[in-house]
């Protein structure tokens, strides 16, 4: 007696068709609208409470966020982060290269660099590139037992700007070489014997087979680096150097407006963090070519899906890819 | 007739470790000849096979391909190991083939077969690019050209691989496993590429699971269990007549 229950009809399943598309109807979900309402509404009261505050004068943050002493600022700013950016990224490069290298003093003397710039403070380290000359009037190179001997007075090699450049630019290069250091070994081992057994040179591999697979891991935690950077510059303030934070706080103590020129510095921190992060998410979209089969959508593409459909994509791939391992 | 052996082996040894993973391989492979290796996994075929192109360095013995001693120079009774730049440039006198393609993923199938004749033998991108384009339409992916290795199936980048290797004019290729990673339906293609090199007099020594293959292209089979040779001899004969206990096991299991 086996009788077979029939389940619930499927709509238009006639022999041979398709049955009709599932059209249900969405399960709801009243908490979520709950907690938006509760966190929108505890933000919305913090920005109020600020830009209400009774003593706090938006006329002069308004004045001054285009200044041109403000603008000069930003620019030391920028030439600020690009120049250490360049000094930790390439450094850093070449202290991850030599800490995996054979040969043990090289590998020691990497260890012993990033030992030394990570576990002292960067406010510490631009300190001592601004006072060196207390201690090292001159500064030279030459070659022992030769006439061949450059000197110059340490206060004119190093003005304010280096001493920040290299405080800032040595320590990053400490964070870097970390950095491309977990790249280079995120890289299967394959890649390496696939390419020695083409007859390529150790060096050859590392530039044109690791490193290019390696940036897929280095350049997240590089941009991270970079817009860190940005922020920290302003400890050139020590320095005297005239970046954004240093011209803001020179007018505020001329002024007394301290937080508005504070609010000014923000607003142009913010901004500027904003672009590289932009900037970070297309560089990571380029070195994600040959991991994904299709690039991941831009943020505009998934935007105006949202829009169309009313739900978020997955996240990005480029995330996904980063940190899962590559499935030949 | 006294033809220098392709690679020849005396007595090479190599340990990882305490582990002895070859003991003792003696052998020989003539140009022009198919070698096979057969036998369980672990028993030491592919780290003799990566000892010849020296990705292994062997402890004892002596190994020498096309008449040159492997990553070393005998003067007198002494032995010099050689400099970076000569194992290099021996390297890319030889093919390899791994069982994982190792193809590089940020290279176009082109990409990656013109990158050691442009970075190793210094060649202008035009031959290097004519050759390639030669390369993919002898391994029949000439519609692939621009593809990255994740864009193709498996039995597709198996034979960019070859394709890779060969762009190097090698004068002995390699095979470790090179079907053992693909879908059975994809075997087929890779093995229809190497069929058409060893009818082209390439000399190949191949490790692998293909009995059928290994019969049919093979000149000679040599079965392999931990670390020493058991028995070797025409693939015919050992596959159908095995004389050591070992190989009659082994050959029931797998066959």
């Known amino acids: ?328 | 007739m006294s033809v220098v052996p392709m690679v020849k082996a005396e007595a090479v040894h190599k340990s990882f470790g305490r582990l002895e993973v070859l003991r003792g391989i003696d052998l020989e492979v003539a140009p022009k000849e198919v070698m096979c290796m057969i036998g369980p996994s672990g028993s030491g075929k592919s780290t003799f096979l990566r000892c010849i192109n020296h990705l292994e360095k062997i402890d004892a013995g002596r190994l020498s391909v096309d008449g040159e001693l492997v990553g070393y120079r005998q003067r007198g009774n002494k032995l010099y190991e050689l400099p970076d730049s000569e194992v290099c440039r021996k390297r890319s006198e030889i093919g390899m083939v791994f069982q994982r393609f190792n193809l590089f993923p940020h290279m176009t199938a082109l990409g990656n077969i013109m990158e050691a004749p442009l970075m190793v033998k210094r060649e202008k991108g035009a031959t290097a690019e004519a050759r390639a384009r030669k390369l993919l339409d002898r391994v029949g992916l000439s519609d692939k050209v621009d593809c990255y290795p994740n864009q193709l199936s498996g039995g597709q980048q198996q034979r960019v691989a070859i394709a890779r290797a060969l762009a190097m004019e090698p004068k002995l290729m390699l095979f470790d496993e090179p079907t053992s990673a693909l879908d059975p339906e994809l075997v087929g293609e890779v093995l229809d590429v190497m069929r058409g090199l060893a009818k082209d007099g390439m000399t190949m020594v191949v490790v692998t699971h293909e009995m059928g293959f290994a019969r049919e292209v093979g000149d000679s089979l040599v079965f392999m269990d931990s670390g020493v040779i058991v028995e070797t001899g025409t693939p015919r004969d050992v596959l159908a007549n095995p004389k050591h206990e070992r190989t009659k096991a082994f050959l029931s299991k797998v066959l």
């Not at chain 1, 600020?50 to 706090?56: E, G, S």
């Not at chain 1, 937080?259 to 992060?277: F, G, N, P």
């Open chain 1, 1 to 328: 007696m086996t009788e077979t229950v029939s389940g619930p009809s499927v709509p238009g399943s006639q022999a041979g068709q398709r049955p009709e598309t599932i059209k249900a109807i969405p399960v709801r979900h009243p908490w979520r609208w709950l907690s938006a309402v509760v966190v929108l509404g505890v933000a919305a009261d913090i920005v109020y409470t600020i830009v209400t505050a009774p003593n706090l004068d938006w006329g002069v943050v308004g004045t001054y966020l285009f200044g041109r002493l403000i603008r000069e600022g930003i620019l030391v700013t920028l030439e600020l982060t690009v120049l250490a950016m360049l000094i930790g990224v390439v450094l850093g490069a070449v202290m991850a290269v030599m800490r995996l290298s054979p040969n043990p003093v090289v590998s020691w003397v990497s260890w012993l660099y990033i030992w030394f710039f990570r576990g002292t403070p960067v406010l510490v380290q631009i300190f001592f590139w601004y006072n060196l000359n207390i201690v090292l009037p001159h500064i030279g190179i030459g070659i022992p037992g030769t006439s061949l001997n450059l000197q110059a007075g340490t206060n004119q090699l190093i003005n304010p700007f280096l001493a920040a450049t290299l405080g800032l630019g040595l320590n990053e290069a400490a964070y870097m070489a970390e950095i491309v250091r977990a790249g280079i070994i995120s890289v299967e081992h394959g890649q390496t014997e696939a390419a020695q057994a083409l007859g390529m040179t150790r060096l050859q591999v590392m530039r044109r087979i690791v490193l290019p697979q390696a940036m897929r891991v280095i350049i997240p935690p590089t941009g991270n680096e970079t817009i860190s950077m940005l922020k920290t510059s302003s400890l050139a303030f020590v320095a005297a150097v005239p970046e954004l934070f240093t011209r803001s706080e020179q007018i505020s103590s001329a002024n007394f407006a301290v937080v508005e020129l504070a609010i000014v510095a923000s607003i142009w921190y913010l901004a500027m963090t904003s672009i590289l992060t932009v900037g970070q998410y297309y560089l990571e979209r380029y070195f994600a070519r040959g991991s994904q089969r299709e690039l991941p959508p831009t943020p505009w593409q998934r935007f105006k899906k949202i829009l169309f459909t009313g739900h978020a994509p997955p996240p990005s791939a480029v995330e996904a890819a980063v940190s899962l391992p590559r499935a030949h």
